[in-house]
């Protein structure tokens, strides 16, 4: 597998005197309220953080990003929102303010979702659940820092390691085939999609999408979403991001 880990922004230097030394300003995306609520609760408890806005969808993530370009210094987000992918935003964001710091907040710890967010240009990468590490995680990437939870920095050298390596000849996609309707879901899961909204875009019961994801399972001889993506994409069965 051939990983590109150049992000796809421009990587200008910061200058002196253009980031901001006063209260951190902060930005969150998230995909409900209540998360949003209890985020913003949590940041604005501290009085060098300050939450200046927020977003729930995409289109309203990339709108505020735009206005709020000369004015942010730290964007927390997932990597999906209402179930579309956000890195080009992300990476659109990066261009328009090369000083934005971004903390990808999610559970998507499988690779593939870990290097398409360090391409759009994240510098940070915590996996939920750990609501209390952030205000520091805010304050480390804002001073320069990239807190990166410790599974995330496993997948980010699994991926490593996979390019390094040379590629293995027995390694090859046509040895356990996938049906058409098995690789479609497949790179649904790629994209972080829950097996629910699979049948709801593929019109299909969650009974035959659970079907589906286990003959993928048992092909790929893996365990997990994850694992499945990963070893999808060194075989060569996914879109190389």
Do not use: W
Not at 26 to 45: D, G, K, P, Q, V
């Amino acid at each position: 597998m051939s990983i590109d880990m150049t992000p796809s922004y421009p990587m200008n230097t910061k200058l002196s005197g253009t980031q901001h030394t006063g209260v951190i300003r902060t930005f969150i995306a998230a995909e409900n309220s209540t998360e949003i609520r209890r985020i913003s609760a949590l940041l604005n408890s501290h009085e060098d953080i300050t939450v200046i806005g927020y977003a729930e969808t995409a289109a309203e993530l990339d709108a505020a990003l735009h206005l709020r370009r000369n004015d942010l210094d730290v964007l927390i987000s997932d990597l999906t929102l209402a179930g579309c992918d956000v890195t080009p935003i992300i990476s659109k964001a990066m261009q328009e303010n090369p000083s934005l710091d971004t903390l990808c907040y999610t559970y998507h710890s499988d690779e593939v979702s870990v290097i398409r967010a360090i391409q759009a240009g994240a510098m940070g990468y915590i996996l939920r659940g750990n609501n209390e590490d952030l205000p520091n995680c805010v304050r480390l990437i804002h001073g320069g820092g990239s807190p990166v939870s410790p599974i995330v920095a496993r997948s980010v050298l699994r991926a490593i390691q996979t390019q390094s390596q040379p590629e293995d000849p027995r390694r090859r996609s046509d040895s356990m085939p996938l049906s058409s309707r098995e690789t479609e879901i497949l790179q649904l899961l790629a994209k972080g999609i829950s097996f629910a909204e699979i049948g709801v875009v593929l019109s299909i019961s969650p009974h035959t999408v659970t079907a589906h994801i286990k003959k993928i399972y048992k092909k790929l001889q893996v365990h997990s979403r994850g694992e499945a993506v990963y070893e999808a994409q060194c075989l060569g069965l996914l879109p190389k991001h």
